[in-house]
């Protein structure tokens, strides 16, 4: 029976396609806006996690503050082995400014040792970064971000040139690849110097020591972070004193806000949703008052008030997935328009897809109910007589 | 097989109080062709929408094939309009973004007759009432003629016992009201009771029996060899 409800309703939906397409539009804006800020939110998202994944999810921070000096200098090597280290190196950072067309530029200053190229997984585009020799000797040379040549030696060779970090020379050995910006601020404006340097450019350093840290696989992360956790909390009476977290943590907690943050906007979003369903509303009421007639017909002609009240509850939902469908499209495009002109690559997934369906046929059933109840209520000899 | 006693039909609007019907008590058999005359306001419409089960009546008591209709709540009264009254209207009432032959099929499809049964049947109809090639047409590419034999067929679908029709060929000219009473006439022949209202004398003179109202009362009710001596 369903099926000739269905059939009655789609017939009259056709019969007035001119109206139904006109009252789809709420539902259109409202789908479409939801459907692609969530695909922009979860594009953003999948960007984000690609990011942090790229400077490699073996990654374990550890930041220390040891103002006692308690903690050997050599503790990494120590439990190198036993917590199944394959590579590390402190970190001593600052920054220095430099004046490019009479404004001032910030710089970070990261001094690390020769494996830092390795634990952040560091691609050079040219060049080399830092070696043993420079790091055991002490030498001035230099790794730059990818955005600093342009900086700060335009139309220059910038492999061999000289850079001065607070005032001393240094020889550009190399210069990494493009890296975009993350939690650790922007990738593409450091340098990296032999870490001793630091610790004499930046005495205070800050009072956390900071340390990078690859394990020998994903699996055994955990293992890893236990031993190193075990080994500092001997040295290290309190637990204040160490923090250590990985590079897998760090993504879940963003993933976690930035799923919350689409969310968010999403939710926002969908009072669009709700604004076209009361058009909807409004529209079949319009509707319902103007085919009084028709009702008045159906029922003389043996209609009951449920088989009025699923005919325009039906109509409801089918102009409403309509819209979902028209929404889906725009959304789609939009999508489309979006990847061209930015750096998103925004996905419309089958789950946009069946989210759309399910909000417009919602939408229909919420907001169709009330004027097909209008509608089953008429009186029929009243509705016949309606001009 | 109609049987109305003492029924009366009040409006009310504000103040205003219209007894549109006052007391009426009359008998229809099975296979008559009443005509109800009377002037403008006298309450023939206000009757046809009681016996055709559109309306309830104010006190009094309807009993329509044994079946007390003040007893009868909306949904019920739907199935019994569907399946024992065929209506013809003054102004064809025909939904006019349907065919001719969805307008036919309507009240099959409310009474749930599987969809090649129904449209076999509207065929046959409208084959029937001379419209076997207009079966797709719009009602507005059919004329006043043609739009009220589709009513008519429309009103056959579900083989009611009764046909009503308020005012059939009022909004007809002459020759095609000439038309329009033959077939109700025909159907009648074949065993339909028939019930027309009419101001017209000339289209009453169709029936066999004509009931005079005046001012919601029965004022003569006369078998057709009593009017035209
Ligand atoms: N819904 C209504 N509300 C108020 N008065 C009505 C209504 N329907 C009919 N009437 C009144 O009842 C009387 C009979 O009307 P009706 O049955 O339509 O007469 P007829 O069909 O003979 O012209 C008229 O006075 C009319 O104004
Ligand atoms: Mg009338």
Partial sequence: ???????????????????????????????????????????????????????????????????????????????????????????????????????????????????????????????RFLNEFDVDNNLPAVVLGSKIPDLLFPNQGVLGNTLYIKGMPFTVVGIVEERGTNFSGDNDMMIYIPIDYTRTMFPMGGRFKTFYITAESEENIDLTMSRVTSYLSNYLPSSNQYRIFSQSQILGVLDTLMALLTTLLSGIASISLIVGGIGIMNIMLVTVRERTREIGIRKALGARRQQILVQFLIEAVIITTLGGIIGLTVSYIGAQIITSITDFNVVLGWDAVLLSLVFSITIGVIFGIYPAMQASKLEPVEALRFE | MINIQEVTKRYEM????????????????????????????????????????LDIVTSGTYVLNQIPIQEYDQ????????????FIFQQFNLLPSFTAIENVMMPMTYAKVAKK???????????????????????????????QRVSIARALANDPAIILADEPTGALDSKTGKEVLTLLKTLNSNGKTVIVITHDQEVARFANRVITLKDGRVASDLAKEEVYV
């Fill in chain 1, 1 to 127: 029976m369903f099926k000739e409800y269905f059939a009655i309703a789609f017939r009259s939906v056709v019969a007035h396609k001119i109206r139904a397409l006109l009252t789809t539009l709420g539902v259109v804006i409202g789908v479409a806006s939801v459907i692609l800020l969530m695909s922009l939110g979860n594009s953003a998202r999948t960007e984000a996690a690609n990011q942090i994944r790229s400077i490699g999810s073996n990654l374990i921070y550890v930041s220390i503050s040891d103002r006692q000096g308690a903690l050997p200098a050599t503790w990494l090597s120590e439990i190198q082995e036993k917590a199944q280290i394959s590579a590390f190196s402190e970190m001593v950072s600052g920054t220095a400014s430099y004046q490019v067309d009479g404004s001032n530029v910030d710089v970070s200053i990261s001094g690390v040792n020769q494996y830092y190229g390795f634990v952040s997984n560091l691609s050079m585009t040219h060049g």
């Fill in chain 2, 14 to 53: 504000g103040s205003n109080i219209v007894m549109a019907l006052d007391g009426i008590t009359l008998d229809i058999h099975e296979g008559e062709f009443v005509a109800i005359v009377g002037p403008s306001g006298s309450g023939k419409s206000t009757l046809m929408n009681i016996i055709g089960c």
């Fill in chain 2, 75 to 86: 949904d019920e009264l739907a199935d019994i309009r569907n399946q024992q009254i065929g």
């Fill in chain 2, 117 to 147: 049964q129904r449209e076999l049947k509207a065929a046959q109809l409208l084959q029937t009432v001379g419209l076997g090639d207009r079966m797709d047409h719009k009602p507005t590419e059919l004329s006043g003629g043609q739009q």
